[in-house]
């Protein structure tokens, strides 16, 4: 057990974590980070496809719902997310924040009232716009299908500063980290700065366990998988994500307090879908997201498309088959083009531990959620048909990036963890704004959310000393 008393400790050093970091640090707030995972820079970042997962995920790479029918990639390094993610950054619209605020009671959850919070959280960060001339292959021939099919699409907004097309850098490889710290992740921007601010990051330190009193925590874990370590703070930012802070608060018995943990967990389940050319299409070159679906009948329709592209071990296991049928679609790759149906999932699952602590997800895709997968792949087969696609492969596995709830804000304690002031409910010393306290699935890009939120959040824990 360390002596000193801590004024805030923060768990995870994901995007929630970060962002928090830097406003507390910057008050010359006493801050202690603990991340289960490595702390990797440019230099580092695996060059391998392989041990980007083994390396920077958690359970090796992948995770999977009680059925296996639907895998979870759940980061697991410092910088959480902000380092294997694509980047894309939105801010929610009307029809996602009015969903939250009929299931949460919590008015300011209005395009309006958010409205500075993102404006904080965007001052951050670079975002740019991906120019024109940084589209590939895979990128046209998603334009001239929806075109073809009367949709609209546009160019992608990215947290990036310089990617360098130019100079023929393909932009895929920074699924494992970006080796030139163009794209914005949290140890290039806030994690950058509460560091220089005083804050101690611990990396390589599993928390197990909370204990908590009405006059602080105290925080026990595992540090390099060997040593048994604790501290103590005055108050607790939880910011593991969404399926590590239900883990961890299940783990250290505080259901019987908060009996809505666990519940409400979104993902936005995702399917690929392959469209096979003469020619080659060459999808992983330069920029290898560079346009988005915004047709307002998407929105309406529940799904978006993602024009995006894989790593070739990952679209591996998206391709179905076994043997040589599959090696021989695989070497096919360069001419393969790419779209994903990303599903805003209506059917709410769970996270709980059994008997062991082990993680049990129960998450399944109701009606609603299949009808909308099935028009997304109806009409991305449109696309690839209309394009000249010689073969339209569907992939086999649904994949939840963007995992969400579990810990959700709302005014009742029956049915909601975390209080509109961002407090657990059963208790004012411990904090939560990450991806774990959204209330249903909004069907955008989560990440400029989260900073908004964990921006206004630390206003809040600043005012609380
Ligand atoms: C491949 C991929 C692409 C994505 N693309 C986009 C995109 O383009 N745009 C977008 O908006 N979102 C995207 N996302 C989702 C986005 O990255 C997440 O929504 C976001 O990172 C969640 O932020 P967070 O702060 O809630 O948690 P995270 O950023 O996941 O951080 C949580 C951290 O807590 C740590 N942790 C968990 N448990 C413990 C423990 N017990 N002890 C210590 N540390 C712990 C984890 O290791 C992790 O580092 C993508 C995600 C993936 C995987």
Known sequence: MENKIYDVIIVGAGVSGSFIADQLTKEGMKCLML??????????????????????????????????????????????????????LDRFDEEAFGDWRSKSSIDYLNTRDMAPWYDKAEAKIAIQTIPDSARNRNAEIFLKGMEKNGFSAKALTRAQSGCEYEKGNDCIECLSGCRIDSKQSMPVTTLKSALAQGLKLIPLFEVENIKMNQDGVEISGIRGKKDAQKFKAKKLVMAAGAIGNSLLFLRSGLDKANPAIGENFYTHPQFMSLGVYKDPVNSFKSAFQSVKSDDPKFRKWGFKLENVFAPPAGLSMLVPGHGKAHADDMRKIPHMACIEVAVRDTNPGKISIDSK?????????????????????????????????????????????????????????????TNPEFNLHSNKNVYIADSSVFPSAPGINPSLTIMALSTMASKNIISGF
Not at 52 to 59: H, R
Not at 73 to 88: C, D, E, W, Y
Request: hydrophobic residues 35%.
């Open 35 to 88: 991340e289960a995972g490595p702390f990797l820079d440019k230099d580092t970042y695996p060059t391998y496809e392989v041990l980007t997962s083994s390396k920077m995920y958690w359970s090796g790479g992948i995770e999977l719902n009680k059925n296996a029918s639907l895998a979870f990639l759940r980061p697991k390094v410092v910088g959480g997310g902000s380092i294997v993610n694509q980047a894309l």
């Open 357 to 417: 602590g082990r993680t049990v997800i129960d998450k399944k895709l109701n009606s609603e959620d299949k009808k909308r997968r099935d028009k997304g792949i109806e009409i991305i087969n449109n696309i690839f048909s209309s394009t000249g696609a010689e073969k339209i492969i569907q992939g086999n596995t649904a994949i939840g990036l963007h995992l969400m709830g579990g810990c959700v804000l709302g005014t009742d304690g029956k049915n909601s963890v």
